[in-house]
């Protein structure tokens, strides 16, 4: 094991696929001066303009020429700067990424990872801090993913890289500074793999992202009180781990889950519905989400808190769960 922050972990991954393979390369816009965060940060010297490249400014023109390159065999780890820049090549991505298999009847796939940094980091306002994972979790053909920690961060990089499917691997820009253990060398997550990274008895807590650190403060909380909680981290949306999660809640008989995207239409719910849907006997009390509500996220610091997923707002909603 080494201490590593999460953007380094994810570096590292990508180092070590790019010795591995000669087939994976990166594209973005600013690679050669080591990405807008800071995640590329050498490679260029390491690997050279032809496998870390620079694009220009068209989100559309990048995902394409990935989506073109990955048919025909490559690897390409396509970075989108911001998940809401990656808007600008949905159609490449939807369309013609998530479709391409099946529509040739499994002749061609498409192993591209597109990288798109999410969530909300200091002021960036509404075009800058979005979390759009729910808009991928509806496309067949997408994977989704979503890590929480520097040790996941490289393995499920790796992993997305390795897949024969293109992959939507959202990582919070709050958490390129944490530190945490990771494993050196060959360190593989696989897909659809929970992390229980709390056990309990009175309540299950799921998340996914930073909001699973928030979630795990609550639960420190809440044992102060004789609350004790379960806490989830799903790790990927796509496929998810609904085993781990229905075991668990009919363990507790109290689901909550808690993200940082808006609530309505939120990948929250398909959790919430799946568990009412296949283990409603088990519940002992209806299950609760804690989001950010439907509103713009704002620059100023006083609203964009008003929008922030804390830990305040997930001991009360499981307080007032467990008092039905």
């Not at 808007?87 to 369309?95: G, P, Q, T």
Request: net charge negative; hydrophobic share 45%.
């Amino acid at each position: 094991m080494a201490i590593s922050t999460y953007l380094d972990a994810g570096k590292a991954a990508l180092m070590e696929e790019m010795q591995r393979d000669a087939l994976v390369w990166a594209l973005g816009e600013d690679l050669g001066r080591g990405g807008v965060f800071g995640q590329y940060a050498g490679l260029a010297e390491q690997f050279g303009g032809e496998r870390i490249v620079d694009a220009p400014i068209s989100e559309a023109a990048i995902m394409g020429t990935a989506v073109g390159a990955a048919m025909t065999g490559t690897r390409p780890v396509v970075e989108m700067r911001f998940s809401d820049f990656a808007l600008c090549a949905i159609d490449e991505l939807v369309n013609q990424a998530a479709k391409a298999r099946y529509m040739f009847g499994g002749q061609t796939r498409v192993p591209l990872v597109a990288r798109e940094p999410v969530g909300m980091w200091r002021s960036s306002a509404a075009q800058h801090s979005q979390s759009l994972e729910s808009w991928y979790t509806h496309i067949p053909g997408l994977v989704v993913v979503m890590p929480s920690t520097p040790a996941d961060n490289k393995g499920l990089l790796k992993t997305a890289i390795r897949s024969d499917d293109p992959v939507v691997y959202m990582e919070h820009k709050d958490l390129w500074g944490l530190e945490g253990e990771v494993p050196e060398g060959e360190h593989l997550v696989p897909f659809g793999s929970a992390r229980v990274v709390r056990t309990g008895t009175d309540v299950t807590i799921v998340s996914w992202s930073k909001t699973v650190h928030t979630a795990e403060e609550a639960a420190t909380a809440l044992a102060t009180r004789d609350i004790d909680a379960e806490v989830i981290d799903l790790r990927s949306l796509w496929p998810w781990d609904e085993e781990t999660v229905f075991a668990s809640v009919s363990k507790t008989g109290r689901l909550l889950v808690a993200h940082e995207a808006v609530g309505v239409s939120g990948f929250g719910a398909e959790i919430i519905t799946s568990v009412c849907e296949q283990h409603y006997d088990a519940l002992r009390a209806p299950p609760q989400r804690v989001t950010a509500p439907r509103v713009p996220i704002a620059y100023s610091p006083p609203l964009e808190d008003i929008a922030r997923v804390t830990t305040t707002r997930i001991i009360e909603a499981t307080q007032k769960m467990l008092s039905k």
